[in-house]
């Protein structure tokens, strides 16, 4: 039996090395860049490039989106997501299905199709025009970047918590009840507390990816909106300064690490893993 | 006579410095239904996975039928288990759960069916051969466990709390089903659990562990009537145990007051413990018994009333036919042969390790 | 006010799902348009015919599959065997490799684009194939593990322990017991895994080399031009396909009663 254990301990091998190779070491070197000048010398100027007006407007408006679609996210996914509970499509298979179906039509092309709805001259515009509402075009407004971040990590926050939903004892919501509680304190002081891994969790992951898009803004922005991702990216592929482009990483990484470090405070057992 | 069938040798085992089993030394004979009983973590499930190779012992060894198989892997030991919450094969039916450790023996097809017939009938479920797992009951899926543990036709068979997960009924009628079932077989049983009914229902032999020590072992009788120490007492059945003095052969004195006894060679005045077990107090009208008291609790049981009877600074549990209210007046009477006297541990090891030499 | 309730649950929904679906199905309507932009002009099926004339676009669609397939079963292995590495791993050694574990999924996909081209430049790895499908099984084996590592810890060890106790050997115990009960969370984790794979932009666009394009790549330079609908025709396609295949799927009569 012993020798048997040893021999599955091995088999966690290949993958540490794997992590060690593709994970932490690549991690490493972002962090030795950042701290780096071109001759190879140590220096904070990359990191302190955040304070320039341009970085910091850019940091400040990413903050802002991420923040604003992560909660919309909340408030719309939440409802949702008790609605799913209560409803016979509880059929988990099914409503997985439903979420992640949309992702089968590529992630740019779904946000693309974006802009055939709101451009001037777009769907949405077109039916407006002919109701004889107001037209606006979004595209290239900071609501049309918020929208598309919403589209795309929806799913990711319905999920999560979906699944924390689901696994509520119906008997715990009676027992509640049967206490006293009404409806708005049923919510308030059970099921909302007991939801707050899946809440977690859904807003890691809708938080870190709209913080960190450079895609979305791309496209929807118009190229006239500057994320810190797009900022970034074009440090890596057009202005080719590596050194700046991994000392705001380390920024916006310390952002994300502060998120998730205030976040972990209310899912201790780290068990509100998504699907 | 006797022929052993599993012998344990200075058995020691230890998880992440924690010590489980100690030089545990243990005999078990052919045919015999043996029970280990104790508390939660007093080593005897341990000593069950080490007989099933689950575990290996850090020294000592396990022999069958006087061969060493402390090398020996699990998979090759003549000896088949019935795990604590069944471990069927939730995605075989009941013919292929029974029929797995046959099929791996290369067993032919015929074999395999008669066998699967024979001992679906000797667990009472003929026709659940198509069944999923999860269609049965717990009691029924418990069956299905022993089914498939014994149509290998395993010299032992080990039983971890196979009735842990039943109600009460239903465990009852399986203590009566497995002691048929271990009569027609045939076969040695070593049976594990915490529940001394259970181990008194059942077995020919009893072993007591408790800290990975081995208490008392012996017939159920003996186990219950002759318990060597306090923890023995203690756990097997209800019993009043308390601090006395060993006067001289046969006279020993509770609560300053003496009562005559049949036990010998504890010494003179020297201090014991005694226990007298619910069933054996009699109660008398006041002035009439040995040690006089007030009764101050009683509850209806069915078959008898349970009083509590304040005498001496001592709760007395008493456990008697008669009906004395609460408050009355009584005397306490206890014939001398219900009276277990046992050496007072010195201290809380050695009661761990039932020293009473 | 039970009907009321169950009346904006009903409304709930269906507008999600409209939100949810309605860019969706105006790229499919829009690939049977008869002309460019969002002006309906007709039907046509001028853009399919373009779609397989056009190399370009099918030699991203067959790196996109190739890779997304690739990728998807190299992780879902090496998630699975990690599993039952990990699952006989105790205290502290297990917490540190389940949270190395966990960066890729909480590190954003910028941030693992970046670095791995970083390392693959240090190491002078030549950008291509090979990079692209190192980087794809890196964020997919996390998402294995959390759907393999449920199902590990549901089975438990005691159905294992009693094959060894009927005689069989430790592997085969693991290849008849446990495998069996470990087959939905792996088949979800290579679902998971491949639709990850196949819908990734971010870490593809930073660790692909010149030439070689998946459409997620490929869409994304052509977003300056303005994507065509022969675009919108291949999504469509491969939309379709996967809804009636997990339409059939999810219909088929499963010969085993599931219960939960």
Known sequence: MNKSAFHKKLLAGPYLVWMIGFTVIPLLLIAWYGFTARDGSFTLENVTAIRTPEHLKALGLSLALSLTCTGVCLLLAYPLAMILKGSGLGKKGFIVFIFILPMWMNFLLRTYAWLNLLDDGGILFQICKRLGLPTVSLVGTNTAIVLGMVYNYLPFMVLPLYNVLVKIDENVINAARD????????????????????????????????LTTFAISDLLGARKILLIGNIIEQEFSTANNWHLGSGLSLVLMVFILISMAALSHYDKNGEGTSF | ??????????????????????????????????????????????????????????????????????????????????????????????????????????????????????????????????????????????????????????????????????????????????????????I????????????????????????????????????????????????????????????????????????????????????????????????????EGTLDGVVTHLIFKGVHYEMEVQAGGFEWLVHSTDLFPVGSKVSIHVDPFDIQIMNKPASEDEEALGVHE | MKKLKSLFSGLYLTLTFIFLYLPILTLIVFSFNDGKGSRWKGFSLRWYEDLFESRVIMDALSNTLIIALAAA????????????????????????????????????????????????????????????????????????????????????????????????????????????????????????????????????????????????????????????????????LMFISVLVLLVIVNLRPSGKKEKN
């Open chain 1, 179 to 210: 206490l006293g509680a009404n409806s708005f304190q049923v919510f308030y002081k059970v099921i909302l507390p007991l939801s707050f891994p899946g809440i977690v969790s859904g807003i890691t992951m809708v938080f870190v990816p709209s």
């Open chain 2, 188 to 287: 040695t049983f070593v049976y594990v659990t915490h529940d001394q009914e259970e181990a008194l229902t059942m077995s020919d032999h009893i072993v007591v562990m408790n800290q990975g020590y081995i208490q008392q072992q012996g017939s159920p009788e003996t186990i219950y009537n002759e318990p060597e120490n306090a923890f023995v007492a203690d756990f097997i059945g209800d019993s009043n145990i308390m601090g006395a003095t060993f006067i001289q052969d046969e006279l020993v004195e509770i609560f300053g007051k003496r009562f005559a006894c049949v036990d010998k060679g504890f010494g003179v005045n020297k201090p014991v413990d005694v226990v007298i077990r619910p069933e054996d107090v009699d109660l008398l009208p006041e002035g």
């Open chain 3, 73 to 236: 079963l190299i992780a879902t292995v090496i998630g699975t065997l990690t599993c039952i590495g990990i699952n006989s791993l105790k205290g502290a050694p297990k917490a540190v490799y389940m949270a190395l574990n966990n960066i890729p999924l909480l590190n954003s996909d910028l941030v693992t684009g970046l670095s791995l081209m970083l390392v693959f430049i240090t190491i002078g790895w030549k950008f291509g194939y090979s990079t692209i499908l190192a980087a794809h099984i890196t964020f997919n084996i996390p998402y294995v593990i959390l759907s393999v590592m449920p199902k590990l810890r549901q089975t438990g060890k005691a159905p294992y322990e009693a094959a060894i106790d009927l005689g069989a050997t430790p592997v085969k115990a693991f290849m008849k017991i446990v495998f069996p009960e470990l087959v939905p969370g792996i088949l979800s984790g290579f679902l998971l895994a491949f639709t990850m794979s196949l819908d990734d932009f971010i870490i593809t666009y930073f660790t692909r080399g010149a030439g070689i394009n998946t459409l997620s790549t490929l869409i994304y330079s052509e977003v300056r031009k303005g994507i065509k609908p022969t675009m919108n025709a291949l999504s469509t």
């Open chain 2, 1 to 186: 006579m006797k022929t052993s069938m599993v012998e344990l040798q200075h058995i020691t085992k230890s998880y992440d410095g924690q010590m489980i089993l100690d030089d545990l030394n243990l005999d078990i004979f052919e045919n015999s239904f043996v029970t280990l009983l104790g508390p939660s973590g007093c080593g005897k499930t341990t000593t069950l996975r080490i007989i099933g190779g689950f575990e290996a012992p850090d020294k000592g060894k396990v022999l069958i039928e006087g061969r060493d198989i402390t090398s020996v892997p699990a998979y090759k030991r003549p000896l088949n288990t019935v795990f604590q919450k069944y471990a069927l094969f939730t995605h075989m039916n009941i013919e292929e759960n029974i029929a797995f450790g046959l099929k791996i023996k290369n067993k032919s097809r015929q074999y395999i069916k008669d066998k699967i017939a024979y001992a679906l009938k000797l667990v009472n479920l003929e026709g659940y051969e198509k069944r999923m797992p999860d269609s049965l009951s717990g009691g029924q899926q418990q069956r299905i466990a022993i089914a498939r543990a014994i149509v290998n036709e395993p010299k032992v068979l080990l039983l971890d709390e196979p009735l842990g997960a039943l109600d009460l009924k239903l465990r009852q009628d399986m203590q009566y089903e497995l002691i048929r079932m271990k009569k027609e077989l045939g």
